[in-house]
C-alpha cells in the first residue's frame, strides 16, 4: 500500500510539474525556455490524452479571472488568489493501466523515430504535445501569480565541546541564514 502511495505522489508531481513549467514558455515567441521544463509539459499532455490525469477549474480560467486573481493578491489575500487556480486530479486506478501504456506508447514512438533517424516524424509528434493553445495562457499567468519562491537549503552545524556533549546549531532559510552559517563555520578571518 505504502508503494502505491509513492507511486501516486510521483505521478502527481510529474504532473503537476507540467502545469507549473508553464512559467518557462514564452507566448510571444512560442519558445519554451527549459527543454526539460517542455518534457514536463509533454509529458503532462500524454497524461490528459490517455484521461489519467484532468485540469479541474480550467474552463473557469479566463482574463478576468486571473485579473481578479491579481486584485487579491495585490489585497494581501495569498490562499484567496491561489484558489482560484487550476487543480491538478490524477486518477490513482489509471496509473499502471492507462498511464503507463500511454507513457510507453509515446516513449517507443519516440525511440523509433529517433533509432530511424526520422526527424520530422519526431519532432511534429513532439512539437504537438508542446504546443501551448492559447486558451492556456491565462492557466499560465495564473501559475505566475501564484509562484512561490524558491526553497533554500541551510544546513546545520555540529560541535563536540571540550566536555564531549554534541550541540546542533540550525539556521533560518533565508539569505541572512547562509550568511549566518557561513561565520558559524568559518569564525577566523583567512584572507
Given at each position: 500500500?505504502?508503494?502505491?502511495?509513492?507511486?501516486?505522489?510521483?505521478?502527481?508531481?510529474?504532473?503537476?510539474?507540467?502545469?507549473?513549467s508553464?512559467?518557462?514558455?514564452n507566448?510571444?515567441?512560442k519558445?519554451?525556455?527549459?527543454?526539460?521544463?517542455?518534457?514536463?509539459?509533454?509529458?503532462?499532455?500524454?497524461?490528459?490524452?490517455?484521461?489519467?490525469?484532468?485540469?479541474?477549474?480550467?474552463?473557469?480560467?479566463?482574463?478576468?479571472?486571473?485579473?481578479?486573481?491579481?486584485?487579491?493578491?495585490?489585497?494581501?489575500?495569498?490562499?484567496?488568489?491561489?484558489?482560484?487556480?487550476?487543480?491538478?486530479?490524477?486518477?490513482?486506478?489509471?496509473?499502471?493501466?492507462?498511464?503507463?501504456?500511454?507513457?510507453?506508447?509515446?516513449l517507443?514512438?519516440?525511440?523509433?523515430?529517433?533509432?530511424?533517424?526520422?526527424?520530422?516524424?519526431?519532432?511534429?509528434?513532439?512539437?504537438?504535445?508542446?504546443?501551448?493553445?492559447?486558451?492556456?495562457?491565462?492557466?499560465?499567468?495564473?501559475?505566475?501569480?501564484?509562484?512561490?519562491?524558491?526553497?533554500?537549503?541551510v544546513?546545520?552545524?555540529?560541535?563536540?565541546?571540550?566536555d564531549?556533549?554534541?550541540?546542533?546549531?540550525?539556521?533560518?532559510?533565508t539569505?541572512?541564514?547562509?550568511?549566518?552559517?557561513?561565520?558559524?563555520?568559518?569564525?577566523?578571518?583567512?584572507?
Amino acid at each position: 500500500e505504502d508503494g502505491d502511495d509513492i507511486v501516486y505522489a510521483n505521478w502527481l508531481a510529474m504532473a503537476y510539474a507540467g502545469l507549473i513549467s508553464l512559467i518557462v514558455y514564452n507566448p510571444e515567441s512560442k519558445k519554451w525556455g527549459q527543454a526539460h521544463m517542455q518534457a514536463r509539459y509533454v509529458i503532462l499532455q500524454v497524461l490528459l490524452e490517455a484521461g489519467v490525469v484532468e485540469l479541474e477549474g480550467i474552463t473557469a480560467v479566463d482574463a478576468a479571472a486571473v485579473a481578479k486573481a491579481k486584485e487579491i493578491k495585490a489585497g494581501g489575500d495569498e490562499s484567496g488568489a491561489a484558489e482560484m487556480g487550476v487543480r491538478v486530479k490524477l486518477h490513482r486506478d489509471r496509473i499502471r493501466t492507462a498511464g503507463v501504456e500511454a507513457i510507453g506508447n509515446f516513449l517507443r514512438k519516440l525511440q523509433v523515430y529517433k533509432a530511424t533517424a526520422d526527424l520530422q516524424r519526431g519532432l511534429d509528434m513532439y512539437n504537438g504535445y508542446s504546443t501551448v493553445p492559447d486558451s492556456l495562457l491565462p492557466v499560465r499567468d495564473l501559475v505566475i501569480l501564484n509562484r512561490k519562491p524558491r526553497g533554500m537549503f541551510v544546513q546545520p552545524h555540529t560541535a563536540v565541546a571540550d566536555d564531549g556533549a554534541v550541540s546542533l546549531a540550525t539556521f533560518e532559510p533565508t539569505v541572512d541564514g547562509v550568511i549566518d552559517s557561513f561565520v558559524a563555520r568559518f569564525p577566523v578571518r583567512v584572507w
